[in-house]
């Protein structure tokens, strides 16, 4: 699913669309947030975590690599890879304990084999003063919520 988003507005709204279509179970799934820097992952990411329930301020996991948030019933670990040099890194992070939450990665191409477990990618890049989405689904219930998104938004679909 691609979309254009003008501004930080239209990406906040389609991390609400998101959340919207989410299903009540998330743990174990994994969100992978890719583009360059400034793109917006970041700002989808807390987008995404405020519109599912936590109030206050969500700080960027750039130094600590992971931040967690436990908010209505569900834990969600906001991950940011950009200083990860390498795979075996991943460890240091302790990513077998995060299996509990729904995993939102920032920089996921430092630890490529992540995407063969991950259900969704958004993909964001640079579209004159705002961003092109691509939204895909990478695994067999990743794709079912694209297909949700898609009938749920109306934010200026390409395709
Ligand atoms: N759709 C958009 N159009 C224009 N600017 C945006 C859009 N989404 C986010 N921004 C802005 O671009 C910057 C993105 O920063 P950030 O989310 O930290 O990016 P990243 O985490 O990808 O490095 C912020 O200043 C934000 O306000
Ligand atoms: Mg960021």
């Not at 691609?2 to 669309?17: I, N, P, S, V």
């Not at 992971?66 to 940011?80: F, L, N």
């Not at 040099?85 to 939450?101: I, P, Q, V």
């Not at 920032?106 to 705002?130: F, K, M, Q, T």
Request: hydrophobic share 35%; with cysteine.
């Amino acid at each position: 699913m691609k979309c254009f988003l003008a501004d930080d507005g239209a990406t906040t709204e389609l991390a609400g669309r998101l959340n919207s279509v989410l299903p009540d179970e998330t743990s174990g799934w994994t969100l992978l947030l890719e583009g360059e820097l400034g793109a917006g992952k970041s700002t989808f990411a807390r987008a995404l975590i405020q519109s599912m329930g936590h109030k206050g301020t969500v700080p960027s996991p750039t130094y600590t690599l992971v931040e967690p948030y436990h908010v209505a019933g569900r834990s969600i670990y906001h991950i940011d890879l950009y200083r990860i040099a390498s795979e075996e890194e991943l460890r240091y992070l302790g990513w077998g304990e995060l299996e509990d939450g729904f995993r939102l990665v920032e920089w996921p191409d430092r630890a490529p084999s992540l995407a063969a477990s991950a259900d969704l990618r958004l993909r964001l890049s640079y579209a004159e003063s705002g961003r092109n989405g691509q939204f895909d689904g990478l695994s067999a219930r990743g794709c079912e919520v694209i297909e949700r998104l898609a009938g749920a938004t109306n934010i200026n679909l390409q395709d």
